[in-house]
């Protein structure tokens, strides 16, 4: 069953200057079932953003609808209701932490919803388990690194118990580590807890560790499937200047330059693979 | 460098100080700012100090930390003291250009008011020091809640406040930030009389500013994601309620009060 279903979105920005209408996404219909894990891609004004923010009622669009587990995000009556079942995280972790203490910001969720005081202690503490920050509850969040500082976010956003999570290139502002945990965090988030990821990014290595992925291109989708199958389409997404994980690339040039090599390749251990087995060949 | 403030900031911890009701430490923070003005001799003034003290030790916060708050006021006390030695009757002691005289009054004035603010910095620092500035506008939220009938947005007054606390250091930061990227493209902010040091001000000033409200934009998108709809409906996690020992702090404290009264009432007054 389809758990967020946007269904011919149309949206339109005012531009500032002009006080022109443009038109950010041209008819956008996609699916996401419950327990999914989805990358969505796409290069600046892709209109991915956009996108990402009709999911929980941040922005209604113009044209077409967004059902989140049957409900319209147009119905104000149970906006409350989306906001909880799906949660946002941006990609500033600064900006998005409200109180000065670690435990007292991820009860700013559940407080807002009016859980009783002693069930919500229970899932901060759980939510704070949950993104490996528990030993950290009692620090000022300024003072944590900026991986840490998006885990105490993402924290946030489990102690409203949310089916799905949608973060918005939760990874740009941060340094290599700092990646890698949220990356860890979000793929375990799924995996233990059966969350519905759908993780907008500009890395395609981090793409490639998602079950799906979709593509978007000047407001529209332009593809959308596994990783292996986005991505054997090497041509279709230079075209439209986006990227392919490095090893993809690595892989496709060798094979464009004669070299018998297999068709995709996704992560780094998987072209070593290929690499050895060419080059243990017997001649 | 800017990130040097010791005045205001939370030191965690689980002493008995810690764990009072925040109501309670702000009502006796007003009580103490009170008394310590009504404590007229040195008798009356002891208790007080013994009283902060006390309060020090118990509190498990390092005794640097109230060092460090006390520097920052270090010449507002000296300035007053200064002042107050040439006020006061008495003998004379000192006389400066014929016609300043520093005189036993005087002198006694002055140690009074250092022992005065000191006292009332290192109590106040206790406040800060032991309340999280959540609890801290929490128990402002819950003492103002009276006013709500004069129609003030307490619940709006309170997220402000503590939206302001957390984006001091933040803010601070980005200020370092500024000065450095400001300093690199060769701006001068040392040299100069006043105005050119103000007009340098600008290029730091206005970054800020700019930087500032894209952060209040992201933040209330943030707020809304996680559902704040103000403070209607709204639960808290630490929900304040007064234990027995707030009730104890009541009543030592008034019974120091009491005590505090009677010196000053019995002993003669220091003051002239």
């Known amino acids: 069953m389809d758990y967020i279903r946007a269904q011919d979105v149309t949206f339109s920005y005012e531009e500032m200057e002009t006080a022109k209408q443009r038109e950010v996404l041209h008819g956008v219909s996609l699916s996401i079932r419950r327990g999914e894990f989805v990358a969505l891609l796409g290069h600046n004004g892709s209109g991915k953003s956009t ?13 077409g609808k967004v059902f989140v587990d049957g409900m319209d995000t147009v119905d104000e009556s149970v906006l409350y209701e989306i906001r909880r079942r799906v949660g ?12 000065s203490i670690v435990e007292e910001d991820v009860a700013f969720g559940p407080e807002n919803l009016g859980v009783p005081p002693a069930e919500i202690r229970q899932r901060v503490d759980d939510a704070l388990k ?36 949608v973060l918005d290139e939760p990874t740009a502002m941060l340094d290599p580590r700092g990646r890698g945990e949220v990356m860890d965090t979000i793929r375990r988030l799924n995996r233990e807890k059966g969350i519905t990821i759908v993780l907008i990014t500009h890395y395609m290595d981090e793409a490639v560790q998602a079950g799906r992925v979709v593509v978007m291109d000047n407001g529209e989708i332009l593809t959308d499937g596994t990783p292996r199958e986005v991505f054997a389409h090497v041509e279709l997404l230079k075209q439209h200047q986006l990227d392919v994980p490095q090893s993809t690339e690595l892989i ?5 330059g004669g070299i018998p090599l297999p068709d995709c390749v996704l992560t780094p251990e998987e072209c070593v693979a290929a690499l050895e087995r060419l080059l243990r060949r017997p001649e | 460098m800017v990130r040097d403030i010791a005045l205001g900031q939370y030191f965690p911890g689980k002493s008995i100080i810690h764990r009072l009701d925040p109501r309670v430490k702000i009502a006796l923070t007003f009580v103490y700012i009170v008394f310590i003005f009504i404590a007229s001799n040195f008798q009356s003034l002891g208790i007080m100090v013994a009283l902060v003290f006390g ?39 000192v006389r400066l250009f014929g016609f300043m005289e520093i005189t036993t009054g005087g002198v006694i004035n002055a140690v009074f008011i250092t022992i005065r603010i000191v006292s009332l910095i290192l109590f106040s620092s206790v406040l800060t020091f032991t309340t999280s500035p959540t609890e801290l506008t929490d128990a402002l939220e819950r003492l103002m809640k009276p006013l709500k009938v004069l129609h003030v947005k307490v619940h709006e007054i309170a997220m402000m406040m503590t939206i302001a606390l957390r984006f001091v250091p933040t803010l601070l930061e980005e200020t370092d930030k500024i000065m450095s990227a400001q300093k690199a493209r060769g701006a001068d902010m040392e ?21 500032s409200f894209r952060r209040a934009y992201d933040l ?45 009432v019995w002993f003669p007054p220091a003051l002239s």
């Open chain 2, 191 to 211: 040299s100069g009389g006043f105005m050119q040091r103000v007009k340098a001000l600008i290029p730091i000033l206005i970054p800020l500013f700019v930087s």
């Open chain 1, 252 to 256: 496709y040039r060798l094979k464009a």
């Open chain 1, 51 to 63: 996108m990402a923010k009709m999911f929980n009622a941040m922005l209604l669009p113009d044209g």
């Open chain 1, 88 to 99: 946002l995280v941006l990609q500033n972790p600064d900006n998005q932490l409200v109180a």
């Open chain 1, 130 to 165: 949950a993104v490996d920050m528990y030993d950290f509850r009692l620090n000022a969040p300024y003072k944590l690194s900026g991986g840490q500082k998006q885990r105490i976010a993402i924290a946030g956003i489990i102690a409203m118990q949310p089916d799905c999570i």
């Open chain 2, 220 to 264: 209330a998108m943030a707020m809304e994601c996680r559902c704040y709809h103000g403070g209607e409906g709204r639960t808290k996690m630490k929900v304040l309620h007064a234990a027995p020992r707030d009730a104890a702090a009541l009543a030592f404290t008034g019974f120091l009060c009491a005590a505090v009264v009677f010196c000053a």
């Open chain 2, 55 to 93: 309060i020090l030790l118990f509190s498990g916060v390092p005794l640097k930390l109230y060092f460090k708050s006390l520097k920052a006021i270090l010449f507002v006390v000296i300035f007053t003291s200064v002042l107050n030695l040439f006020y006061g009757g008495g003998t004379t002691l």
